[in-house]
């Protein structure tokens, strides 16, 4: 599988952002998907994930109840939706597909997945 990231830009802070994530050559719904950021200087982190399978999501605190994952069917597309944006959110934004199996979270998490996405850029400006 191939992902193609996209949709970031220059927000201000308190808005909103949704980043896709367009995926080709593979069984898109065989996957679950993950997103991760790096900030210059910093290293890249985890920020949420979701197993499309059971149905279960795991976010970093310090996006919980503001960031959501998504996913159209129809055009092979997760998004990850950003809301109450702050500076702090600044960063390049990085989607994974891993295997939808009883080990993705780890796999995921360790970095062993089947692709990575490119990067979006999303700036968040006070």
């Known amino acids: 599988v191939q992902l193609q990231a996209s949709g970031g830009g220059t927000v201000q802070a308190g808005g909103s952002l949704n980043v896709s994530c367009a995926a080709s050559?593979?069984?898109?719904?065989?996957?679950?998907t993950g997103w991760f950021r790096q900030a210059p200087g910093n290293e890249r982190e985890f920020v949420g994930a979701?197993?499309?399978?059971?149905?279960?999501?795991y976010y970093v605190e310090s996006v919980q109840d503001r960031f959501s994952l998504s996913r159209d069917t129809a055009k092979n597309t997760w998004y990850l939706r950003m809301n109450s944006l702050k500076p702090e959110d600044t960063a390049i934004y990085f989607c994974?597909?891993?295997?939808?199996?009883?080990?993705?979270?780890?796999?995921?998490?360790?970095?062993?997945?089947?692709?990575w996405g490119q990067g979006t850029q999303v700036t968040v400006s006070s």
């Open positions: 994974a597909a891993v295997r939808d199996d009883s080990k993705w979270y780890r796999a995921l998490r360790s970095g062993a997945v089947d692709a």
């Open positions: 050559g593979g069984n898109f719904e065989n996957y679950a």
């Open positions: 979701r197993s499309w399978g059971v149905g279960t999501s």
